[in-house]
């Protein structure tokens, strides 16, 4: 599994369909995914961007928030989380691409939407590469990689008896070796609090440079992941991992509730680095901090208040195709 900064032929992004998983914020969160996928396709700049809705309505719709040049593609969709239900690229030496299809159940059962369980195998279908099918639940959004054989994920997450209650973690990194590549886990433990996905890694963690693993630094006091990040950044340093700091957008409150912000959710696309943004005092300190690591590309912050109510942000809802 190619690291995300590696060229891209193409970034799938899902569209929001379904009001009643985005009360109030419907008409919002198409607007800021929307706004992502312009930004990533940058008139031609970026990349091409394949925004996948799930009727003719949702098309309509999509194509009167889109820049010219984002292509709109018709595929039944339940949620718009792609980092999830679609397939994930692998290379090999030579540069040959296939792909991986995992099993999903609505993240521990908890959300099944009709289309999501079969939208990886449709969309591995349109490429014609050769796709293999692992018959175990797994989300992409659970692990993240330096592209060398490195990776991160949760026990929250990987070891969660509401995936695969059979599998401990040497059946998993030995499943994973064989599915992505992976030659070495680095384990972290909980993911951020009241995240819907159980700990997802990429709202805690990710690799900026080979072996180079940024995570987040508690703003406040009142930070309500303080002791999470410590202990996420004492676990990478014992197993030998660079720790690059990254800002924490600190205690974001809706309906009276602590919601999973993180500016980790960015996406690296060819031409820039996105990054989910909150109207926090510490977004500009965020976009900053993956400056040093991404001189040939553009750093730009997106709000993405309306589409975190739905449980994510821009890593979540896209899925990278590495180029040739």
Not at 83 to 107: E, K, Y
Request: proline share 7%.
């Amino acid at each position: 599994m190619p690291a995300e900064w590696a060229p891209h032929e193409w970034t799938w992004i899902g569209f929001p369909t379904n009001p009643e998983e985005w009360p109030g914020a419907f008409d919002g969160a198409r607007r800021q995914i929307a706004d992502f996928a312009s930004a990533l396709h940058a008139d031609g700049r970026g990349e091409e961007v394949r925004l996948v809705v799930a009727n003719d309505a949702d098309a309509d719709a999509a194509r009167a928030l889109v820049a010219p040049g984002v292509e709109i593609i018709v595929h039944r969709l339940g949620d718009v989380w792609l980092r999830d239900t679609a397939p994930i690229a692998v290379t090999n030496d030579s540069g040959a691409r296939a792909l991986v299809d995992f099993g999903f159940n609505g993240w521990g059962g908890k959300y099944r939407m009709p289309g999501d369980e079969d939208i990886g195998a449709r969309l591995a279908a349109t490429t014609g590469l050769p796709t293999s099918t692992q018959n175990w639940v797994f989300e992409g959004g659970a692990v993240d990689t330096d592209g060398a054989g490195l990776f991160v994920t949760t026990e929250q997450c990987l070891l969660n008896p509401n995936r695969n209650p059979d599998l401990d973690r040497g059946k998993i990194e030995t499943l994973l070796a064989g599915a992505l590549g992976l030659s070495d886990m680095l384990w972290l433990g909980d993911g951020l609090l009241n995240d819907h996905t159980d700990g997802h890694v990429d709202n805690l963690a990710r690799f900026v440079a080979p072996g180079v693993l940024m995570i987040p630094e508690a703003a406040m006091a009142d930070d309500p992941n303080a002791a999470i990040y410590a202990d996420a950044r004492a676990r990478a340093a014992a197993h030998g991992v660079t720790v690059a700091p990254m800002p924490s957008p600190g205690r974001v409150m809706v309906n009276g509730e602590a919601i999973p912000a993180s500016y980790m959710n960015f996406y690296i696309g060819n031409a820039a680095v996105i990054v989910p943004v909150y109207g926090q005092p510490n977004d500009g300190a965020a976009l900053d901090a993956l400056k040093p690591f991404f001189p040939g590309r553009e750093i730009i912050g997106l709000r993405s208040d309306f589409i975190l109510s739905g449980g994510g942000s821009f890593h979540c809802c896209s899925q990278q195709m590495p180029s040739i």
